[in-house]
């Protein structure tokens, strides 16, 4: 595919202002359905935006916003080895996950209607229409990670959120951290990071359209993720995009080749890239690297 340094540069560019309302009149739908539901009266909850939207990496207008919906008065923990509930002064919740999920549902169909809402595998779609874009949302417990800094306050955690897909997988993520680091990092390329994240996923969206990889498992998060793991001076060491797009293709690739890869943090860096049963491997994604360099032709 041949690529002008106009389309690189016009690629750079956030969501569209029309596209932003869009997105905000979506996050307090939810918020409304859920917040007036009577099932979850007595619940405290907080409703924020995660993911491509949250982190303002997303490419594709009218694509998914994600929505998590997090229970903070019934929670998860991770307790420092040999310790308990009793010795955080910790009793049990009163609601289960599976049922809040289900009040969930029921919330997001009554203000929806039966015909929008859809409930997938780890999260809810939301149709979209003129007035608000396609979301998932996922239900979640917010997750009080004690042993990942050995506290054994109860007031000192690490948050992230946990649920329990429909095929029974628990899921673990630590979604304000990534938000937190990626503007961290914008910051610190003179908002290039950013920039990067988007010229890549749009190049990855092409070449998923071409069928030239399988985008079910080099998935926009992992492109974002794989940018966080360029050094600061490769994403800003070019006077040009296609020069940057080169040079990161060609860090990442070497360093996977030289096992360095293996200390690759996710954006929030509270979980390695892959050390864990994912979508994608360190095989895959070298392959979709150089396959990507070489896909590449700048005029």
């Known amino acids: 595919m041949k690529y002008t340094e106009e389309i690189l540069k016009s ?5 569209s202002q029309t596209e932003e309302q869009r ?12 917040t007036s539901y009577d099932k979850l009266s007595d ?20 694509s998914d916003v ?9 929670f998860f923990c991770n307790y420092v080895d040999g310790k308990t509930d009793i010795d955080y002064g910790y009793t049990a919740g009163s609601i289960t996950y599976s049922d809040y999920k289900s009040y969930i549902v029921e919330a997001l169909k009554k203000k929806f209607g039966n015909n929008v809402v859809a409930v997938g595998n780890k999260s809810i779609d939301i149709k979209p229409n003129s007035y608000h874009v396609n979301a998932d949302v996922v239900p979640t417990f917010q997750y009080r990670d004690f042993k990942i800094i050995s506290s054994t306050d109860p007031t000192k955690y690490v948050e992230g959120v946990k649920y329990v897909a429909r095929d029974g997988t628990e899921v673990i993520n630590y979604p304000k951290d990534h938000i937190i680091n990626g503007k961290q990092k914008n910051n610190n390329t003179n908002y290039e990071y950013k920039k990067l994240v ?16 399988d985008g079910d498992k080099i998935t ?16 800003t060491g070019s006077n040009t995009w296609a020069g940057t797009v080169q040079n990161a293709i060609s860090h990442l690739w070497n360093d996977i080749k030289d096992d360095k890869h293996k200390e690759w943090g996710e954006v ?19 392959d979709f690297l150089y396959n990507m360099y070489n896909y590449l032709e700048f005029k």
């Open 268 to 286: 929030s860096e509270r979980l390695y890239l892959f050390h864990f049963a994912r979508k994608w491997t360190a095989e895959g994604t070298k």
């Open 43 to 62: 619940c405290t909850m907080e409703i924020f935006a995660q993911g491509s939207y949250a982190n303002n990496t997303n490419v594709r207008q009218n």
């Open 11 to 15: 690629w750079t560019s956030p969501l």
């Open 66 to 74: 994600d929505i998590c919906v997090m229970l903070t008065s019934t």
């Open 198 to 213: 988007r010229i890549m996923k749009h190049i990855r969206d092409d070449m998923v359209d071409d069928g030239k990889t």
């Open 23 to 34: 997105v905000e009149n979506t996050v307090l739908m939810i918020k409304d359905a859920v």
């Open 220 to 235: 926009s998060f992992l492109i974002e993720c794989l940018v966080w793991n360029v050094p600061n001076d490769t994403i």
